[in-house]
Structures are given as structure tokens and as C-alpha cells.
T-cell receptor, first 113, second 113 residues
Framework: DQQVKQNSPSLSVQEGRISILNCDYT??????FLWYKKYPAEGPTFLIS?????DKNEDGRFTVFLNKSAKHLSLHIVPSQPGDSAVYFC????????????FGSGTQLTVLP | NAGVTQTPKFQVLKTGQSMTLQCAQD?????MYWYRQDPGMGLRLIYY???????DKGEVPNGYNVSRLNKREFSLRLESAAPSQTSVYFC????????????FGEGSRLTVL
């Protein structure tokens, strides 16, 4: 049973528009959430994170929103750029522990020029 | 490369053959991890090592062994490869803060025929 789910395997967005990537989780013990970005033939790289004490965290063009009651988080990219085309993984952990990091299956984002 | 070197990058094995994936990090971090990535499954933890000389099982350890002989290197061994072990393998290390932020290598693509 997947505790972290990314239900959209792929998403296409026009350059300059907003990209919204979604992630749902089932384990109410999760209290730290992260997004990783992965380009082909490279390892995942950390993008942004949020603790459960917050409902929003912003870093430049990237904003992560957390809705604890719905057990849902989303990553907003504004404006989207072709270089943002990658696979995005959401991940969740208990107490921020890397040992207990659970990843979603990923969403392939394609930003069209 | 996030301070992580993985070798080999590609390998084809026949069922029953053995091989070792090598990983070395140059960041002097204690914690290291081995993940596998399969289509539709995200990243799953195989083994991790909290420090030199210690290792622990992750979510999918069956069919694998690991060795952490020094702080820098963490190797993953397949004693008798099976087609189900066809995957992309990522080594990662963690910084001083246990926030779930990991630094991944570029990956090793393994095909077992």
C-alpha cells in the first residue's frame, strides 16, 4: 500500500504558465515533506521542503502548499520554464528522518516552449 | 554529482551472476543509502548505513548485501542476480541535519537477463 501517492504520471504546461504538481499521503504520522527533481540520467536533487507546522513554503519560483486535514501537498512552479521539464518526486517522513523517507512514484513535467 | 560517485553506470548480467555496485562520497558524511527506482514505484530504500561499520535493512533488502568498510564507501552486492533486480540503483548520502534532504549519485542502470 503506497503511503505517498502521485496520481498524475505526467503533466504538460505551456511556458510561462503555472505548473501544479499534486501529492497525497495516507500516514498521519508524516510531518516533514520534500520535493525532489530528477533529470534523465541524473540522480534526484532536493528542491524544496515543508514542515507540518507550516502550510506554505516559498523559494523563488517554487512554492509548496500543505493541507494537513486533506493529507495533500502541492508544488507550484510560476512561471514555468522549459528547463523545469523533469520528473518530480514528493517524499514524506516522520520527524524529518531520512531513514524513514517515503517517496511517491513521480510526475513527469513537460514545459512546452 | 553531489559529491557522490557511483560505478558502474551501466551493467548487464545474466541470471545467477554476482556483482557489486560501488559508491563513494567525498563530503565526509556519516549516513549513506542505497535506493532502487522502478517505473511507477518511486524510490525504495534497500539498505542504509548510519556510520562506518554499521548497516541496516530498508524497505526492500532481500537479495542484496551491503558493506560499509570506511566512512567514504558504501557498496551494494547482488550475490545471485534475478530479473526482478533489473532497476536503476541510486546511492545517496545525508548532510549533518537529519531533514530528509539527501544527495544522490547519478545512478547505476542494471539489467538482469
Amino acid at each position: 500500500d503506497q503511503q505517498v501517492k502521485q496520481n498524475s504520471p505526467s503533466l504538460s504546461v505551456q511556458e510561462g504558465r503555472i505548473s501544479i504538481l499534486n501529492c497525497d499521503y495516507t500516514n498521519s504520522m508524516f510531518d516533514y515533506f520534500l520535493w525532489y527533481k530528477k533529470y534523465p540520467a541524473e540522480g534526484p536533487t532536493f528542491l524544496i521542503s515543508i514542515s507540518s507546522i507550516k502550510d506554505k513554503n516559498e523559494d523563488g519560483r517554487f512554492t509548496v502548499f500543505l493541507n494537513k486535514s486533506a493529507k495533500h501537498l502541492s508544488l507550484h512552479i510560476v512561471p514555468s520554464q522549459p528547463g523545469d521539464s523533469a520528473v518530480y518526486f514528493c517524499a514524506a517522513s516522520v520527524g524529518g528522518s531520512a531513514r524513514q523517507l517515503t517517496f511517491g512514484s513521480g510526475t513527469q513535467l513537460t514545459v512546452l516552449p | 554529482n553531489a559529491g557522490v560517485t557511483q560505478t558502474p553506470k551501466f551493467q548487464v548480467l545474466k541470471t545467477g551472476q554476482s556483482m557489486t555496485l560501488q559508491c563513494a562520497q567525498d563530503m565526509n558524511h556519516n549516513s549513506m543509502y542505497w535506493y532502487r527506482q522502478d517505473p511507477g514505484m518511486g524510490l525504495r530504500l534497500i539498505y542504509y548505513s548510519a556510520s562506518e561499520g554499521t548497516t541496516d535493512k530498508g524497505e526492500v533488502p532481500n537479495g542484496y548485501n551491503v558493506s560499509r568498510l570506511n566512512k567514504r564507501e558504501f557498496s551494494l552486492r547482488l550475490e545471485s542476480a534475478a530479473p526482478s533486480q533489473t532497476s536503476v540503483y541510486f546511492c545517496a548520502h545525508r548532510g549533518a541535519l537529519n531533514t530528509g534532504e539527501l544527495f544522490f549519485g547519478e545512478g547505476s542502470r542494471l539489467t538482469v537477463l
